[in-house]
């Protein structure tokens, strides 16, 4: 099955440095990657996706690269701002209809004021 | 337009004793998931239901059972709760109209003593 590795497990940065988190996966199949941002106590939230035909996907400060040929992405978070505080999973899938995702074991960003 | 429901937030059990984790959906998504989440471990997938009718083994589907109920409940039982179940409980669902993107509900904090 799949495997996504992610990395740091712990990221801290000043407000307004940039913050990039990042992915590996086995399974050269997976052609769907998207990231969530899980705030406390709540259900994570999607704030960026990337399909396997498409090598960078930008939305205002957070962007999405992708690397199929050495299997990792990442997400790139400028102009960083202490709401950005929070926990990011990256995930691997297919594209089937039900999408079964492969959720790597998250990142905890600060952003120190 | 309440998105993905959960009930209950919190739960505390006894080892051996039974409960069902509820979870609906008003998105009119075909497919539903049930994750689990602990510590350092990201979200694993307990099982889902691609459809009404239909359900499947995730990754970690020992001690668990599942009902899709109807298009839009999909409900996860534990029958005899053991304290490895302590985690967090995410349902979530998806469907074509959103890209198959998996929208999460707020989560079950289950406690087995």
């Known amino acids: 099955g799949e495997n996504v590795e992610q990395h740091p497990s712990t990221l801290s940065v000043q407000e307004g440095d940039s913050a990039v988190i990042k992915c590996t996966y086995s399974d050269s199949a997976s052609n769907y990657f998207p990231w969530y941002k899980q705030e406390l106590g709540k259900g994570p939230q999607l704030i960026i996706d990337?399909?396997?035909?498409?090598g960078e996907k930008k939305d205002q400060r957070i962007a999405v690269t992708l690397n199929k040929t050495a299997k990792h992405f990442s997400l790139h978070i400028t102009e960083t701002q202490p709401e950005d505080s929070a926990v990011y999973f990256c995930a691997a899938g297919d594209s089937g209809s039900a999408r079964q995702l492969t959720f790597g074991s998250g990142t905890q960003l600060t952003v120190l004021p | 337009n309440a998105g993905v429901t959960q009930t209950p937030k919190f739960q505390v059990l006894k080892t051996g004793q039974s409960m069902t984790l509820q979870c609906a959906q008003d998105?009119?998504?075909?497919?539903m998931y049930w994750y689990r989440q602990d510590p350092g471990m990201g979200l694993r997938l307990i099982y889902y239901s691609a459809s009404e009718g239909t359900t499947d083994k995730g990754e970690v589907p020992n001690g668990y059972n599942v009902s899709r109920l109807n298009k839009r409940e999909f409900s996860l039982r534990l029958e005899s709760a053991a304290p490895s179940q302590t985690s967090v409980y995410f349902c979530?669902?998806?469907?074509?109209?959103?890209?198959?993107?998996?929208?999460f509900g707020p989560g079950t904090r289950l406690t087995v003593l």
């Open positions: 998105m009119n998504h075909n497919s």
């Open positions: 979530a669902s998806s469907g074509p109209a959103g890209g198959h993107t998996q929208y």
């Open positions: 990337i399909r396997s035909n498409v």
